[in-house]
């Protein structure tokens, strides 16, 4: 396939006095699988789309507008025409604070609300849209870093390969809340929870194909954590750096990647501004290299599902990245372009 269609979600306006967002909404975006080149096709204009999620059948878009729980902040539903312009369906209130991540499963959409530190679960009809909430879940705690960690912060809703556990990472409480989807809705499941490194700040997580593994981000330590379940938990076992060693910055971690093959790891960091490539050798991780992005403020990443290409997003020099992933991991840039303002999310 030459060309391949994305989606890229932006800010729109000011959201806290150190983010303020010059985007246009959501973007549709052609890859061409030659040369790396990126094109514009169509943009829906809408409020802060700091996160993305596709339907599993490429039909649907579904968004959360992040705002503070003052500005009544939105899920919105999307059908993608054949074009790959996007036409709206509807759009249900979010009864909670700078939601910040957005997931599906089943016909659910789950979203992470930052500011409120809980998680919203929404219907979905037989034609796409949106129903009304149905569960609130609400964390409490704190952790140890008093200016970030004054409360509970979710962050990321997680989906298990088996499509029946569910994650939740939790900056604010340095844990990792368990969940077991019943069909219907989420089970809290506490004795499961996983705790990672005080004052890490766990912000994303992905998995190992078959679910054995998980890597999880830490944005306030930029260490990765490395989680292995056993006896029906995922447990710490290790953590790796994800910053070099020279470094005398804060880090502001703020993406995580596997890829495809599974061989290797990506995650991102804003302070540094780069790239950092893990090799996956069984339950270890190996650095391979530093990619330095020459942008500001290196907030999201993706893999495109062949493999062949990482498009990574600065928020405020509006950079867009292409990189192609050569065999052993390492990036080499192809193209690059500011087309899109305040990128923030790349979904494929």
């Not at 059948?57 to 899920?75: A, H, I």
């Not at 804003?270 to 996956?280: E, G, N, Y």
Request: aromatic residues 10%.
């Amino acid at each position: 396939m030459i060309i391949s269609t994305f989606f890229i979600g932006s800010y729109t306006q000011m959201l806290t006095p150190e983010i303020n967002g010059f985007g246009d909404g959501i973007s549709t975006i052609q890859l061409n699988n030659i040369t790396g080149e990126l094109s514009v096709l169509h943009t829906m204009k809408t409020i802060n789309p700091s996160y993305l999620v596709i339907s599993e059948d490429g039909k649907f878009l579904y968004c959360n507008t992040e705002v503070g729980l003052d500005k009544m902040p939105k899920v919105q539903a999307y059908q993608i025409n054949d074009d790959f312009s996007l036409e709206f369906l509807n759009e249900q209130l979010i009864s909670g604070g700078y939601p910040c991540h957005i997931e599906k499963l089943d016909n659910n959409i789950f979203v992470a609300c930052y500011e409120t530190g809980n998680i919203l679960q929404f219907p979905l009809d037989s034609i796409g849209k949106l129903l009304k909430c149905t569960n609130n879940y609400q964390h409490t705690g704190v952790s140890i870093n008093k200016e970030r960690q004054e409360s509970t912060h979710a962050h990321q809703v997680a989906i298990h390969p088996n499509k029946k556990e569910v994650y939740v990472c939790d900056l604010g409480i340095d844990s990792i809340k368990a969940y077991h989807f019943n069909g219907t809705k989420l089970i809290a499941e506490p004795n499961y929870d996983t705790k990672v490194s005080m004052g890490g700040g766990p912000r994303h997580m992905v998995f190992n194909k078959n679910g054995t593994l998980a890597y999880v981000l830490n944005e306030l330590s930029g260490e990765v954590s490395v989680l292995k379940f056993i006896e029906n938990e995922f447990q710490q076992i290790s953590t790796y750096s994800s910053i070099p060693p020279n470094f005398k910055g804060i880090p502001s971690a703020s993406a995580i990647r596997i890829h495809p093959n599974q061989t290797f790891l990506y995650t991102a960091n804003r302070t540094l501004d780069a790239i950092t490539v893990f090799k996956i050798n069984n339950e270890k991780l190996e650095v391979v290299e530093y990619k330095y992005t020459e942008g500001n403020e290196l907030r999201e990443f993706n893999i495109s599902p062949n493999g062949k290409w990482l498009i990574a997003c600065h928020q405020n020099s509006h950079d867009t990245v292409v990189y192609k992933v050569q065999n052993d991991g390492k990036l080499i840039e192809k193209n690059r372009t500011k087309a899109i303002k305040t990128p923030v999310c790349v979904v494929f």
